[in-house]
């Protein structure tokens, strides 16, 4: 999809298809109780303990958002009230279509009204909103903090690394009074400012960190295998209890922000357009994303559940990653539909948010 600006950058799709296949492949092979694949699976190749701890497809699609405002606004001035008003459009109605779903579903289970629409309200604040939208919640959080990163970050790049170690040290505090910080290290804009910074950040080094494509690929492969000795240990459920004593919780969203803004930086400076079929193919899925994020919740257990009871056993992690695959791409249809007739709809009404500044 176009921004205001103009701009359309097929590389960033490409990043945001995989973040919901991460996300759609731990939902798919866990479900919240560990089936059909028990949380206590562990891959025996490496990579793949990224689909088995799929979660953190999550901290991939916040470092993509820091890294687009901070591409999208190079070198411009932020009409701040425009910009809102432009993420409320291109958020805003699918989510109230998703609010008004999910309410209609627990009403007629017999669940009240009012304590639905209480439970909904503080999703303004906190991670209460339905079908992954506490990361509405926490993408809001963002917004409203962007205009002093980018004023930080005109004064020295230095500056936004402080909000990061100010991060750290919070969490710390944090795990130091309460046994325990991965609650907000994942849920909220305490853990996810880390993802969303150094996304702003990698921007403004890509050439640096496109130059040297041995320490991306060394960034990468460290965290691969910090994840799947993350996932030996338990992973996000079975890390002892959960959430998780494990001071690990105090970083690992700064760990994570690191290494895909590293990715998102180098892929994006290298990647050159194509017009092959298979390039073409992921960017539909990448802008579609939004709607496949928002909306695999309301099938994606229930698939589960009946391919593993009707067609085929999926006890075997492997097999499960195949199906879904093959379910991620049954979504797209439904994603494009929502697209077509939710959110684009409102997108006409957007407004130009960044003024350049050259006179």
Request: charged content about 15%.
């Amino acid at each position: 999809m176009k921004s205001t600006t103009g701009e359309h950058y097929v590389a960033l799709d490409h990043l945001r298809a995989l973040a919901a296949f991460l996300v759609f492949t731990w939902h798919f092979t866990h479900s919240t109780n560990g089936f059909p694949v028990p949380f206590e699976f562990v891959p025996a190749i490496p990579p793949f303990a990224l689909l088995d701890e799929g979660q953190t497809g999550v901290a991939l699609f916040m470092t993509l958002s820091g890294y687009l405002f901070a591409k999208l606004l190079d070198g411009k001035r932020i009409i701040y009230s425009a910009f809102i008003w432009n993420r409320a459009l291109r958020l805003l109605p699918l989510l109230a279509f998703v609010i008004l779903v999910d309410a209609y579903r627990k009403i007629h289970a017999g669940e009240s009204f009012l304590g639905y629409a209480y439970w909904t309200i503080r999703g303004v604040l906190l991670p209460a909103l339905p079908n992954g939208g506490w990361s509405i919640t926490v993408e809001f959080h963002f917004y409203l903090v962007l205009p002093l990163l980018l004023w930080m970050l005109r004064k020295s790049a230095l500056l936004p690394l402080g909000v990061i170690a100010a991060a750290i040290a919070l969490r710390w505090y944090l795990h130091s009074i309460n046994g325990e910080v991965q609650g907000l290290g994942y849920w909220t804009i305490i853990g996810r400012i880390d993802q969303f910074v150094l996304g702003i950040v990698a921007f403004h080094a890509r050439a640096r960190i496109c130059a040297r494509p041995r320490i991306v690929a060394t960034l990468m492969l460290a965290f691969v295998g910090l994840y799947w000795y993350f996932d030996s240990l338990g992973g996000f459920y079975k890390y002892g209890t959960y959430p998780s004593p494990s001071r690990l919780w105090i970083v690992l969203p700064t760990l994570e922000a690191v290494a895909y803004s590293a990715l998102i930086a180098w892929y994006d400076t290298t990647f050159r357009s194509t017009s092959s079929v298979v390039s073409r193919a992921i960017g539909r899925i990448g802008e579609y994303s939004y709607s496949i994020y928002l909306l695999h919740f309301f099938f994606v257990f229930a698939a589960a559940k009946y391919i593993h009871k009707n067609i085929m056993d999926l006890s075997n992690f492997y097999v499960a990653c195949v199906w879904a695959f093959v379910m991620f791409l049954l979504m797209v249809p439904i994603a494009y539909l929502s697209f077509r007739f939710i959110e684009a709809p409102f997108l006409r009404y957007r407004r130009r948010y960044a003024v350049s500044t050259k006179t």
